[in-house]
């Protein structure tokens, strides 16, 4: 099929109200796997972060379609790109992402139609009905399409559901370099969708609803797994990715090398492995041909995962460096703690936490205990591998006793040689099973969340302080502004603190930093660049 639309994609995600402050170095895989399908159509696209689309101006003309995604923090940002299109352009807005879970709200906003849930099919069937041509099917067609969000005729919100992509759509490789810091950036390769934690929630729920104790979730067969009696969203009270995303869906290798490849190709030097669970990849090849519904059993499918990373390895060599972010502790045994540092020798890998509390983490409905968080980081740091941990303050059943006990986790997680604690704010995601629950205040505001974040501080800053004197590899960026003008500023190619820099370098160089001083809890400062 032969397109006449044009397509600009933004990706907002981590845009906020706006702009792009601490996720500048970070691309998702997201608005790449939307691309990647209109150019198998044989549709022009482009892709643009934020700070560009709202610099664009009069160039918004040369584009018939606007595709918008982000998170649900980004709503605000994703409002503003829709208005600044109408104003400049008037054509088709469609959002996408997590953030299409808040339907409603971008419509009411701008936006024509929302993408819900996994939007490569959906968005291949919108192509064949009109898109193509720069316009959206009839109301009554469009109520033929999965996973889609309209404002009716009747001003009557209609959703055809959550939609989970069934086809192999290969993501866009060419489409990376429309992003400024793409050879610098961190650059998300996707491997597992969905996640295992199918338990629930002990925590009652603003509209009543609260566990039965019947222990379907956790002991009962895997399919049997997928439906509460209680009508309890499954996971982890905060999260919504398993009743989003249903249970894990893993990518073949040969798709994930390609991509790699074909990345290494356009200069990126940053490869993250994207799952909620790396260790789920392939895991339920193991699980009898149910549903991978147990976040604790079975094993890891070390097989797959050791065909991948030895690939990987074979494929990047010195030319990039590949880190696993996610990994649920209850699954990181000796055996995958062995496999990932025999592959990534020296990586992250990132743990969720959230609570130090152990009654606190069976009611959230986590599956991995704090003790076994404990072994986890003990376990990675034995082998070789750098963690990074998680929390979240703010939570649903946090009491200033539980934040005192995540407050003791963080002083052993950094003794046990955690390279990094990073704490989010709670707030409520839209399908998740807190979703009723209000946010939690800021920290400054909050005696618990307030010892949680400044303990954090202060260990990060504790960490930081163990860089100075250490000569590290660090990758350009850009040059520095307002208190940094005349300097340069790089992210440490395997991972760590933003870092400021004299030196004579160009973007995209890497080079060798001497670290001489803490700024900050996420950034240093370090003496004139080697090459």
Not at 185 to 202: H, K, L
Not at 408 to 418: F, T
Request: hydrophobic share 40%.
């Amino acid at each position: 099929m032969v397109a006449s639309a044009r397509f600009l994609l933004v990706d907002a995600t981590g845009a906020g109200s706006g702009v792009r402050w601490l996720t500048r170095d970070v691309i998702g895989s997201g608005a790449r796997a939307i691309a990647g399908v209109l150019e198998k159509m044989g549709a022009f696209v482009r892709i643009m972060v934020p700070e560009a689309f709202f610099e664009a101006g009069s160039r918004l003309s040369e584009f018939n379609v606007l595709m918008c995604g982000g998170m649900s923090m980004d709503v605000p940002a994703m409002t503003k790109i829709a208005k600044m299109w109408k104003r400049h352009n008037g054509g088709i807005c469609i959002a996408g992402g997590p953030a299409s879970l808040e339907a409603e709200k971008l419509l009411r906003e701008g936006y024509d139609l929302a993408l819900v849930g996994e939007a490569e099919d959906t968005v291949a069937d919108l192509f064949a009905k009109g898109l193509s041509d720069g316009c959206l099917p009839d109301e009554d067609e469009l109520r033929r399409i999965r996973g889609v969000s309209f404002i009716s005729k009747s001003s009557v919100l209609f959703s055809s559901g959550v939609r989970r992509t069934t086809g192999h759509w290969a993501p866009s490789i060419e489409r990376i370099r429309d992003y400024p810091l793409y050879k610098v950036a961190r650059v998300y390769v996707w491997c597992v969708r969905g996640c295992s934690n199918f338990y629930r929630t002990r925590i009652p729920l603003p509209d009543g609803r609260k566990c039965l104790e019947c222990g379907r979730c956790t002991n009962g067969p895997l399919m049997d797994r997928l439906i509460c009696p209680a009508n309890i969203p499954p996971g982890c009270g905060y999260c919504s990715v398993p009743n989003v995303y249903g249970p894990p869906r893993s990518r073949r290798v040969e798709s994930i090398l390609s991509e790699v490849e074909g990345l290494l190709e356009q200069g990126v030097k940053r490869i993250y492995l994207g799952a909620s669970c790396f260790l789920d990849f392939h895991r339920d090849e193991k699980a009898g041909g149910s549903p991978l519904t147990d976040p604790r059993e079975p094993e890891p499918n070390y097989d797959y995962i050791s065909e991948l990373l030895s690939n990987l390895k074979d494929l990047t060599g010195s030319k990039a460096y590949v880190s696993v972010e996610n990994v649920k502790p209850c699954l990181f045994t000796r055996d995958a703690a062995s496999v990932i540092s025999e592959y990534l020798p020296g990586s992250t890998i990132h743990f969720g936490g959230e609570t130090g509390d152990a009654d606190h983490a069976f009611a959230l409905g986590r599956p991995s205990t704090p003790s076994e968080t404990l072994a986890a980081v003990g376990a990675a740091v034995r082998e070789g591998l750098r963690p990074y941990v998680y929390f979240i303050h703010g939570l649903p059943g946090q009491t200033l006793k539980s934040a005192r006990k995540t407050v003791k986790m963080i002083r052993k997680v950094a003794g046990l040689g955690a390279e990094k604690i990073t704490v989010y704010k709670f707030k409520p995601l839209p399908m998740s099973a807190f979703e009723g629950f209000k946010e939690a205040p800021s920290a400054s505001r909050s005696k618990a969340g307030g010892l949680i974040v400044r303990e954090a501080i202060r260990v990060n800053k504790a960490m930081k302080k163990k860089l100075v004197g250490k000569v590290i590899d660090v990758v350009v960026a850009e040059k520095g502004k307002e208190g940094f003008k005349g300097r340069l500023v790089g992210y440490p190619l395997r991972e760590g603190p933003t870092v400021v820099f004299s030196g004579v370098a160009s973007i995209g160089d890497v080079v060798k930093v001497l670290i001489t001083n803490v700024l900050g809890d996420k950034l240093v400062e370090g003496s004139s660049a080697v090459p």
